[in-house]
T-cell receptor, first 114, second 114 residues
Framework: DQQVKQNSPSLSVQEGRISILNCDYT??????FLWYKKYPAEGPTFLIS?????DKNEDGRFTVFLNKSAKHLSLHIVPSQPGDSAVYFC?????????????FGTGTRLTIIP | GAGVSQTPSNKVTEKGKYVELRCDPI?????LYWYRQSLGQGPEFLIY????????DSGLPNDRFFAVRPEGSVSTLKIQRTERGDSAVYLC????????????FGNGTRLTVT
């Protein structure tokens, strides 16, 4: 069973607009969430994280929102830039601030249209 | 600075053969992780080391898979009697220590079993 779900395999957004990537999870024991970005033929790169004690974390153009009651998180990128075109993975782990054993979603391919 | 290095970048082997995949973590990182990414899926946890010892090997699919990290730095993932279903990208990551420091992934080894 897929404990972390990214239901949109792909998303296209105009340059300069907001990109919103969504992620749902089923395991109520997850309490630390991360987003990774992956370019072709490279490993995933850490982007931003959030602990379950928060509902929002912001880092420059990237903001992650967490809705624990809905078991839903989202990543907002604004403004979107061509270099943001990549596959984005949502990941989760149990244990406060733990990242030893991450459960990943299947990814969303984001394409920024110039 | 140097990132996580994985060799070889590509490996093609025949069904039934033995393979070894190598990972050189970032210098000073005490935690090391192996993940596997199959086509169309997100990375899947295999095992992680804190220092020389395997702290959690619950993701290894069966006893054909084994990993070592004898001196607390370089790690080798070993797969015996390879099967076609083992074909995937094997990703290694390291972090300063297990816990709240982000994982830094290598570019992976693409294993193809024919």
């Amino acid at each position: 069973d897929q404990q972390v779900k990214q239901n949109s395999p792909s998303l296209s957004v105009q340059e300069g607009r907001i990109s919103i990537l969504n992620c749902d999870y089923t395991n109520s024991m997850f309490d630390y969430f991360l987003w990774y970005k992956k370019y072709p033929a490279e490993g995933p790169t850490f982007l931003i994280s959030i602990s379950s004690i928060k509902d929002k974390n912001e880092d420059g153009r990237f903001t992650v929102f967490l809705n624990k009651s809905a078991k839903h998180l989202s990543l907002h990128i604004v403004p979107s830039q061509p270099g943001d075109s990549a596959v984005y993975f949502c990941a989760a782990s149990e244990g406060n601030f733990g990242n030893e054993k991450l459960t990943f979603g299947t990814g969303t391919r984001l394409t920024i249209i110039p | 600075g140097a990132g996580v290095s994985q060799t070889p970048s590509n490996k093609v082997t025949e069904k039934g053969k033995y393979v070894e995949l190598r990972c050189d973590p970032i210098s000073g990182h005490t935690a090391l992780y192996w993940y596997r990414q199959s086509l169309g899926q997100g990375p899947e946890f295999l095992i992680y080391f804190q220092g020389t010892g395997a702290a959690d090997d619950s993701g290894l699919p069966n006893d054909r898979f084994f990993a070592v990290r004898p001196e607390g730095s370089v790690s080798t993932l070993k797969i015996q009697r390879t099967e076609r279903g083992d074909s995937a990208v094997y990703l290694c990551a390291s972090s300063l220590k297990a816990g709240n420091s982000p994982l830094h992934f290598g570019n992976g080894t693409r294993l193809t079993v024919t």
